[in-house]
């Protein structure tokens, strides 16, 4: 399964657009980017999936570079209620594959008031 | 509509004593999965199952049993908890492979 980077931590001003990057320079063809977020200690919850366009949704955009090594997540405008453990992942396409989605340490995003 | 839903949210055991955690969906997903999560760490698939009466091993099995015997419930048994075993919980479904997952919100164990 391809590796995701993230930065541990990043700060965002309420009301401002919170960008939070993703690494997956591994990435294969057959891989989509999630990305969930884990709000003090609750389940995780699914935020966004893409393959290579851009997608939008009500809670946040997720960008696709072209060569599809990076991506980025953004709330368009942070509350305090999106400081969470956001995770980016990377997951195969078909049921071919046994692999499953795997969670790393994911970025900490703090909303300051 | 209650999702998924874990039972219990709470529990201590002792060393050697067994559980069974229920993990129940009522959203008609055919995939189920069972994570764990320790302390500043990110989530650990145990077992995960792609439909009922299937079941497969994740990253982290040992120790850990599972069993798929209705499409909406997946049971996680541990068989003689060790001290190791003690973390969060969290079971999730999902329509598909490339669906987003639902999670429940966990069960705490802590084995002494």
């Known amino acids: 399964d391809a590796k995701t980077t993230q930065p541990p931590s990043m700060d965002c001003a309420e009301g401002r657009a919170a960008n939070l990057p993703c690494n997956h320079s591994?990435?294969?063809?057959?891989?989509?980017v999630y990305w969930y977020r884990q709000i003090h200690s609750q389940g995780p919850q699914y935020i966004i999936h893409?393959?290579?366009n851009n997608e939008t949704n009500e809670m946040a955009s997720l960008i696709i570079t072209e060569d599809r090594k990076s991506s980025t997540l953004i709330l368009p405008h942070a509350t305090l209620r999106d400081t969470a453990v956001y995770y980016c992942?990377?997951?195969?396409?078909?049921?071919?594959?046994?692999?499953?989605?795997?969670f790393g340490s994911g970025t900490q995003l703090t909303v300051l008031p | 509509n209650a999702g998924v839903t874990q039972t219990p949210k709470f529990r201590v055991l002792k060393t050697g004593q067994s559980m069974t955690l229920l993990c129940a969906q009522d959203?008609?997903?055919?995939?189920m999965y069972w994570y764990r999560q320790d302390p500043g760490m990110g989530l650990r698939l145990i077992h995960y199952?792609?439909?009922?009466?299937?079941?497969a091993k994740g990253e982290v099995p040992d120790g850990y049993n599972v069993s798929r015997l209705k499409k909406q419930n997946f049971l996680l048994g541990l068989e003689s908890a060790a001290p190791s075993q003690t973390s969060v919980y969290f079971c999730?479904?999902?329509?598909?492979?490339?669906?987003?997952?639902?999670f429940g919100s966990g069960t705490r164990l802590t084995v002494v």
């Open positions: 999730a479904s999902s329509y598909s492979w490339d669906y987003g997952y639902t």
């Open positions: 591994t990435i294969s063809g057959n891989e989509y």
């Open positions: 893409g393959l290579k």
């Open positions: 992942i990377v997951g195969p396409i078909s049921s071919g594959s046994a692999r499953q989605l795997t």
């Open positions: 959203m008609n997903h055919e995939y």
């Open positions: 199952s792609v439909g009922e009466g299937t079941t």
